[in-house]
């Protein structure tokens, strides 16, 4: 079983910066490939990006390239996701979530095995 609790989300203006957390626990965390996915009202949970065991290797979605960057650190058991250059179309809940195959590749929600509860953040024009 692995816990994951997301935070860091709020309430910003275009152009802005956040960073998310995400603090795991329960079974070995060093392990699994962890992503971050987000959801906007009405619509439904896309990726955003992943991330290797090791924290060597990143993916990323095509509309947060470049301005997003997603990082890990194992001995603390936490992941985060830089948000740079907010936009208000970035408005969402963000959620954590980790699966424990090899591929970073995995975008669809059902490969994640475990997930956090979310957190809001909007982007105000």
């Known amino acids: 079983q692995v816990q994951l609790v997301e935070s860091g989300g709020g309430l910003v203006q275009a152009g802005d910066s956040l960073r998310l957390s995400c603090a795991g626990s329960?079974?070995?965390?060093?392990?699994?490939?962890m992503g971050w996915f987000r959801q906007a009202p009405g619509k439904e949970r896309e990726f955003v990006a992943s991330?290797?065991?090791?924290?060597?290797?990143?993916y990323y979605a095509d509309s947060v390239k470049g301005r997003f960057t997603i990082s890990r650190d194992n001995a603390k058991n936490m992941v985060y996701l830089q948000m740079n250059s907010l936009k208000p179309e970035d408005t969402a809940v963000y959620y954590c979530?980790?699966?424990?195959?090899?591929?970073?590749?995995?975008?669809?929600?059902?490969?994640?095995?475990?997930w956090g509860q979310g957190t809001q953040v909007t982007v105000s024009s």
């Open positions: 991330i290797s065991w090791s924290g060597g290797n990143t």
């Open positions: 979530a980790c699966r424990f195959g090899s591929s970073i590749y995995a975008v669809n929600a059902y490969e994640y095995a475990y």
């Open positions: 329960g079974r070995s965390f060093s392990r699994p490939v």
